[in-house]
């Protein structure tokens, strides 16, 4: 079956301090994977994706994931939190255009100061 | 440029009541998506237009739900007889058709609540 699973629903850090959200994934196609951010009435704002090459990259608002394909996962990364960043964070698993993304349930950060 | 739009915004309606949400697609993007969020259910697709095509109308839940895509473009959702379930909010997305990965962008999204 094809699913996205992020195992936080709930995390706290520090501002400044480094962050990590998992996300795995199965999905029987070769898979394009996503991160999304939705802050209280908002919409998705792509972060990055992931479609082939270099399995680090780089999006945007300083966010880096990692792609390793012997794990199925595509966890998102950042050095150094912001208060601005606190908000809801979707992982995604989709095929070629024309597929429907499969969402993960989503891991809410919150930012202590 | 211009993003992806929804409207409206919120939408209130009574149980039994029809509504009609409404898209309007980034500019030249040719694939439109539904999806669903709603608590519970996380982000459920719905259904998906690419041009001319026939959608793929595989994640609407009953047959209360349809949409529409006229001229390539707007697209409308329509759900029947709303039932207090219904309530979520209705995300809209669209993207290029383009061999190779499916970046979508979202619109703002219709919250709708059924009384």
């Known amino acids: 079956a094809q699913s996205v699973t992020q195992p936080d629903i709930h995390i706290t850090v520090s501002e400044g301090a480094s962050l990590e959200l998992r996300c795995n994934y199965s999905?029987?196609?070769?898979?394009?994977l996503f991160w999304y951010v939705q802050s209280p009435g908002q919409g998705l704002q792509l972060l990055l994706k992931?479609?082939?090459?270099?399995?680090l990259v780089q999006g945007i608002k300083g966010f880096e994931a990692e792609f390793k394909r012997s794990q199925s996962s595509f966890n998102l990364r950042k050095p150094s939190v912001h208060w601005s960043d606190a908000a809801e964070y979707f992982c995604?698993?989709?095929?070629?255009?024309?597929?429907?993304?499969?969402f993960g349930k989503g891991t809410t950060l919150s930012v202590s100061s | 440029g211009a993003g992806v739009s929804q409207s409206p915004s919120n939408k209130v309606t009574e149980k039994g009541k029809d509504v009609e949400l409404r898209c309007d697609p980034i500019?030249?993007?040719?694939?439109l998506y539904w999806y669903r969020q709603s608590l519970g259910q996380g982000l459920e697709f719905l259904i998906y237009f690419q041009g001319n095509s026939a959608p793929d109308k595989s994640g609407l839940p009953s047959d209360r739900f349809s949409a529409e895509r006229t001229g390539g473009s707007v697209s409308t959702l329509t759900i029947q007889r709303t039932q207090q379930e219904d309530s979520a909010v209705y995300l809209c997305?669209?993207?290029?058709?383009?061999?190779?990965?499916?970046?979508?962008?979202f619109g703002p999204g219709t919250r709708l609540t059924v009384l």
């Open positions: 500019s030249g993007h040719t694939a």
């Open positions: 999905y029987g196609a070769t898979p394009y």
């Open positions: 997305a669209s993207s290029l058709w383009a061999s190779g990965g499916n970046e979508q962008f």
């Open positions: 992931y479609f082939s090459g270099d399995t």
């Open positions: 995604a698993v989709g095929g070629q255009a024309g597929t429907a993304l499969i």
